[in-house]
């Protein structure tokens, strides 16, 4: 994502007479703004539909002073992805507009005059007043969140005037989000999601012969909670969430793994054994369930030879004899 190679090299050559590079950058860059205040360069095409207002968009950006040999603020340069809504955690309206016209996978470079960007007084002492300021920004995703956080809001009367439809639309979004934030380690907020989407399909009842949908919804929540607690190392939570998974789908592999970690953990490992064996018998070939096998073993064999060691100390008549001989 670019340093200061990108910030001279990459926006042309020899500066042109009484032309900056941002000056020459911008003449072939498109405007977002309307108004040329926020101009937009592709690095490369993304795919799907635009980003969608208030939306949570998962994306790396950095940003850049014209002539500056590094990004102009350490806190803003982001190497690693970052999750943030629309409308809420992104202060600067030049970087608002440039998301909404981006596409999941897009790479692209903006340019924000001031009144978009940090404006007459600027950032000090980092960045001067009224500075134009370059970013790169990569969009890795995005997902419309907005429309489950206000169903979220409503009571439950209220929640249960909609279909069933729109409720499996707003637990899945809420589960979507969860799996967002577990695969950013956010573990204790993705546990948050996961609980609100079970809440929802759990307080509604289907109407005859739907009823297989919310079971099917809740079987993936109740999965993703056992794992979760176990990454938040609570194996007892794990275990009754995955409990709850397999009587739903008590064949479910998936379930009977989490249920033989969390046993494992426990040093239950009667139980552990039991939950593994028959996830081994659905899925005979999965290499996380024969290793996790081979680990239970492991932790047994270690647990028997510090019990018989224990025994063999408590009845074992010392080796010495009385003070002074004896015979």
Not at 47 to 76: I, M, Q, R, T, W
Not at 141 to 147: G, H, I, N, Q, W
Not at 173 to 196: H, I, P, S
């Amino acid at each position: 994502m670019g340093g200061s190679a990108r910030n001279r090299g990459v926006l042309g050559g020899d500066d042109a007479p009484g032309q900056s590079a941002y000056q020459r950058l911008s003449q072939r860059m498109l405007d977002v703004s309307g108004d040329r205040g926020v101009l937009k360069d592709v690095i490369r095409e993304g795919a799907g539909e635009l980003v969608a207002p208030d939306a949570s968009v998962l994306v790396k950006y950095s940003g850049y002073l014209e002539h500056a040999d590094k990004p102009f603020d350490s806190n803003c340069f982001r190497k690693t992805p970052r999750l943030m809504k629309l409308g809420e955690d992104i202060t600067l309206w030049g970087m608002e507009l440039g998301l909404l016209s981006m596409r999941r996978g897009e790479l692209a470079r903006f340019l924000f005059k001031p009144a978009y960007a940090y404006g007459a007084l600027g950032c000090p002492p980092l960045i001067p007043p009224n500075t134009t300021v370059l970013f790169e920004i990569e969009l890795l995703d995005f997902l419309d969140s907005a429309e489950s956080d206000k169903f979220c809001t409503l009571t439950a009367a209220q929640q249960d005037q909609f279909p069933l439809e729109k409720v499996l639309k707003v637990a899945a979004t809420e589960r979507e989000f969860g799996n967002y934030l577990f695969r950013q380690n956010r573990f204790y907020d993705a546990k948050v999601r996961y609980k609100r989407a079970l809440v929802l399909l759990q307080r509604r009842s289907a109407p005859p012969g739907e009823d297989h949908l919310v079971e099917a919804a809740k079987l993936l929540v109740l999965r993703n909670l056992s794992l979760t607690y176990l990454k938040l190392e609570r194996p007892p939570l794990a275990l009754r969430y995955g409990e709850k998974a397999l009587t739903i789908d008590p064949k479910n592999a998936k379930a009977l793994f989490r249920c033989g970690q969390a046993c494992l953990l426990m040093t239950e490992y009667q139980k552990a054994r039991d939950f593994l064996v028959r996830a081994q018998k659905e899925q005979p070939f999965n290499h996380d369930i024969n290793n996790e096998l081979k680990k239970l073993a492991s932790h047994y064999r270690d647990y028997t030879d510090r019990e018989r060691e224990m025994c063999h100390r408590m009845f074992t008549p010392s080796d010495e004899g009385p003070a002074g001989g004896g015979n």
